[in-house]
Each structure stands twice: as C-alpha cells, then as structure tokens.
C-alpha cells in the first residue's frame, strides 16, 4: 500500500440543530494493485482529546492532527474493510486504533 494523501477536516453543521459540528473527518487516499483508493473515517471530535488525557497521542505536542492519522490507522487495523465510508461513536473503538501507535514508525512507513 502506497499512502498517496491524508486529510482531516471538521464536519460541517447540518440544518435543524444537528450535533455534527461535533465530528471530524479524516481522509486517506492510497494506490494498491494499481489502483487508488480512499477510505474516510468519520468520528466524534472529543476523542482527539481523549488520546491526549490518557497519554496516547498529543496532537499539539506531535504537531500532526488526529484527523491525519484516523483514516489510515482503521485501514490498517481492518485491512478486509469493504465499505469506503466508517463512523466510530465510541471512545474505546477510537482508542484502539492507536494501541501501539508511533508517529515515527508512521512517518517511516508512510513517507509523504
């Protein structure tokens, strides 16, 4: 798999009250077999700071946004995903995709 971009963006409002100035978005774009794909994972904004209170990963501290990452950690640990579209609404689920996770060891295996 060859990264070709990542993206995060913040979703934007919905009409009639809708939570969804709430959410992120994170966007991964790949070549594989010769073809490019992309995967977008949509998830609830305050997870980022989740990450951060339990030590897992600072995005002020590290400089490069949850959002970048997202996308690209749920394909790795669900490789047989199907669907190009995913929504995470629970903060363990979240969590999980950064078990093991290093920005070094990213950047090394995704050069951008």
């Known amino acids: ?10 979703v934007a409002p919905g009409k009639g009250g809708s939570p969804s100035d709430t959410f ?3 966007i991964s774009t ?7 794909k992309t995967i977008t ?10 990450l951060a209170e339990r030590g897992i990963y600072d995005q002020e501290a590290e400089g490069v ?3 970048h990452l997202v996308a690209t950690l749920f394909l790795e640990k669900n490789p ?7 929504y995470i ?6 969590v999980a995709l950064f078990e093991g996770f290093s920005l070094t060891k990213w950047k090394e295996r995704y050069p951008l």
């Open 1 to 10: 798999m060859k990264l070709i971009s990542v993206a995060g963006e913040s």
């Open 24 to 26: 992120d978005r994170s």
């Open 30 to 36: 790949w070549q594989e077999n010769g073809q490019e």
């Open 41 to 50: 994972v949509t998830y609830v904004r305050f997870f980022g700071k989740v």
């Open 65 to 67: 946004p949850v959002s």
């Open 80 to 86: 047989e995903a199907k669907e190009t579209r995913h």
């Open 89 to 94: 609404n629970d903060t363990e689920d979240f």
